[in-house]
T-cell receptor, first 116, second 109 residues
């Protein structure tokens, strides 16, 4: 089946630094990629949707200057958390879709970010 | 707005026990309903889905029926195994996926 990887699986950084998380579709080309954030014991919250070669669409309340998303190719999307602060600590999950239907998403294993 | 509520975990059962994980939703219109599973160290995987009222989704021995009258989509399995230990997420789709908080299932041998 379709496989999505994320790198790194976990990262610890100092407050004020930037962190980049990669999401790759390993065996298929992803028209659309999604970035989610998950807080402990809470549901996944969609942060943004990105289509290859175009700007990401951010959900309401998500700071696009803080969470930079680049979808440079059909197999790679990156999320950069800029000037990270402890409140950005969370579990970030990406997914990739073969087409435009949101129910055919394939999920990465997630990245645990801890900001000290 | 649309929302999904599922029972809090963790749910701990013995092998071969009967499993029910409750999920109810609030939605306008007629959304599609999903159960996703996340095994330790792996990404979310679609377990089953139902697209209209009274549809039953099934996979790997798990079942869930789309009940419009009770706005529910409870997940059931007749006899669980240790390998079913995972986190289960209920979700609905209008124009995007709306997720429940997840229920951790622990199966003891």
């Amino acid at each position: 089946g379709a496989v999505v990887s994320q790198h790194p699986s976990w990262v610890i950084c100092k407050s004020g630094t930037s962190v980049k998380i990669e999401c790759r579709s390993l065996d298929f080309q992803a028209t659309t990629m999604f970035w989610y954030r998950q807080f402990p014991k809470q549901s996944l919250m969609l942060m943004a949707t990105s289509n290859e070669g175009s700007k990401a669409t951010y959900e309401q309340g998500v700071e696009k200057d803080k969470f930079l998303i680049n979808h440079a190719s059909l197999t790679l999307s990156t999320l950069t958390v800029t000037s990270a602060h402890p409140e950005d600590s969370s579990f970030y999950i990406c997914s990739a879709s073969l087409g435009l239907r949101t129910d055919t998403q394939y999920f990465g294993p997630g990245t645990r970010l801890t900001v000290l | 707005g649309n929302s999904v509520t599922q029972m809090e975990g963790p749910v701990t059962l013995s092998e071969e026990a009967f499993l029910t994980i409750n999920c109810t939703y609030t939605a306008t219109g007629y959304p599609s309903l999903f159960w996703y599973v996340q095994y330790p160290g792996e990404g979310l995987q679609l377990l089953l889905k139902a697209t209209k009222a009274d549809d039953k989704g099934s996979n790997k021995g798990f079942e869930a029926t789309y009940r419009k009258e009770t706005t529910s989509f409870h997940l059931e399995k007749g006899s669980v195994q240790v390998s079913d230990s995972a986190v289960y997420f209920c979700a609905l789709r209008d124009y995007q996926l709306i997720w429940g908080a997840g229920t951790k299932l622990i199966i003891k041998p």
